[in-house]
């Protein structure tokens, strides 16, 4: 192996930014509803915890939004730095939805946020309230262009081919933004992300709690998490089958790969595989626990349905689709199959058990239980967030690894995309400096959040003290910001 190779340092290199990057997004996709709920449960009833909830998770939002810019530009920097052929190939129909997440989504939410931070004790509540709303829908709106992009890596829409041949042109923008690959990521993405955004609200309630501080705030945004940690994983579920069936009709490779599975097979015999132990690639001894007919249903809804295997896929793609790249894979257009088969269980098992541990700990927290929750209880319940996130980290492995050896399915291998005029060490320099700048913003983001938990939100008013809810709008206090 070449550890010199700008190919194989540009695809390190995008890959842990991506990563790191994606940390950041789920978190204030899901985080921004949140608080938003929140604060609409003040204004319609009055209630002082919850403004208190508000402005608690709403400076862990905000952390995490002003990191997830930073490490967000390095993304788009790389698209000229180590893939120039890439962008060449495609830029005319990959930027497009670029352009319009940073120029109008960001810009959108960005406004709306600034006019939530400063608007505290200057808008009428109903104004002010309205901001936080428009922030959730620039958020999920900045969302599902990225997604819009990176379906065309995906499955390729709206297009045409230059005259010359040697780029891909716009032919239709709202082809490309209604690619039926964006239309199903895009619930999977924001469900998942309200999975996220949930164990970081359980995590932080379930601190004070075991520690007896804030308990009456603490115990209602406890259990408003647990319940969305389920809803999250529902939806997660079913966005995740609808978009199972889209990816066996426009990428039954990576469905293939998914299981491992060789050869074609119908009904009982596609089967889906709960755990193996041995190689996954044809080549070792392999055991497994399986189910039949699960992947069958999961790829055509019909439990006696076919699924194609990669031997099968391989001819199809060397002799029909694509014979002008068999030669150059050696007729092997199948992604690593350990990287796939893995992740792909790992995505689901993370948010199984995070759901698990959520329905739990809704019935140990029940009114009426008669045991106090025990110690060892909270510090599971503190996990919950890292369980959701790597949940989601894994999935998003599937999602670019289950796409390979293209960059762009079906027209473009990842090896022709990668810079030609950039030598391996300059790849090398530009990785290892960003490693140790992530992970300087690493120790700043995660102590930021973790300084904001152990400092927890205001504490509710004494019997002397007057309501803030009854206070005048310009007399409301905003010492969290």
């Not at 290199?13 to 991506?18: N, S």
């Not at 120029?103 to 939410?109: D, H, N, S, V």
């Not at 109903?126 to 829908?137: D, E, M, N, R, S």
């Not at 959520?358 to 009426?368: F, Y």
Request: overall charge negative.
């Amino acid at each position: 192996m070449d550890f010199l190779d700008p190919l194989l340092l540009a695809r390190w290199q995008f890959g842990l930014t991506t990563l790191y990057h994606f940390i950041f997004v789920p978190l204030t996709l899901g985080m921004s509803l949140f608080i938003a709920i929140f604060q609409t449960v003040w204004y319609r009833t009055g209630e002082v915890k919850w403004l208190h909830l508000t402005r608690f998770f709403g400076k862990i939002f905000l952390i995490n939004f002003a990191m997830g810019i930073v490490t967000g530009i390095v993304q788009e920097f790389q698209f000229g730095m180590n893939w120039s052929s890439y962008s060449r190939f495609v830029g005319d129909v990959f930027g497009a939805p670029l352009a319009f997440e940073g120029l109008m989504a960001f810009f959108f939410e960005a406004t709306f946020i600034g006019l939530w931070i400063f608007g505290w004790n200057k808008l009428p509540r109903g104004i002010h309230l309205a901001t936080i709303w428009i922030t959730v829908a620039g958020t999920w709106l900045s969302a599902y262009f990225i997604l819009a992009a990176n379906a065309f890596m995906q499955n390729p829409k709206g297009y045409q081919m230059s005259t010359e041949g040697h780029r891909a042109e716009m032919a239709d923008f709202w082809q490309v933004l209604t690619n039926p690959v964006a239309l199903t990521q895009l619930p999977h993405t924001l469900s998942s992300a309200i999975m996220f955004a949930a164990g970081v609200m359980i995590a932080a309630s379930a601190w004070h709690l075991a520690r007896r501080q804030n308990v009456e705030m603490m115990r209602s945004s406890l259990r408003f998490g647990l319940w969305a940690m389920i809803a999250g994983f529902v939806a997660v579920f079913l966005s995740g089958d609808q978009l199972g069936l889209v990816m066996v009709q426009t990428q039954p490779m990576k469905m293939a790969a998914a299981e491992a599975m060789f050869n074609s097979a119908c009904g009982a015999d596609a089967s889906f595989s709960l755990f193996s132990i041995g190689t996954p690639d044809g080549t070792g001894e392999v055991w497994s626990l399986r189910v039949p007919y699960v992947l069958a249903f999961l790829s055509t809804h019909d439990f006696n349905g076919c699924v194609e295997g990669i031997n099968d896929l391989n001819l199809h793609y060397a002799t029909e689709l694509f014979p002008q790249f068999a030669d150059r894979l050696d007729g092997n257009f199948a992604p690593i199959l350990w990287v796939t088969y893995w992740s792909f269980r790992w995505m689901m098992g993370f948010g199984l058990l995070a759901t698990a541990i959520a329905v739990v700990g809704l019935w140990v927290t029940r009114k009426g239980a008669k045991r106090p929750v025990a110690g060892w209880m909270w510090k599971i319940a503190i996990w919950q967030a890292p369980l959701a996130l790597f949940g989601i980290l894994v999935g998003w492995i599937f999602t670019e690894m289950g796409r390979q050896p293209w960059i762009v399915f079906g027209l473009m291998l990842t090896e022709d995309g990668v810079s030609p005029n950039v030598p391996g060490w300059t790849v090398l320099v530009s990785l290892v400096a960003f490693t140790l700048i992530y992970a300087i913003l690493a120790v700043v983001e995660f102590g930021l959040i973790f300084k904001t938990v152990r400092e927890g939100p205001q504490a509710l008013p004494g019997p002397d003290d007057p309501d803030p809810s009854d206070l005048p709008v310009d007399q409301t206090p905003s010492t969290v910001y």
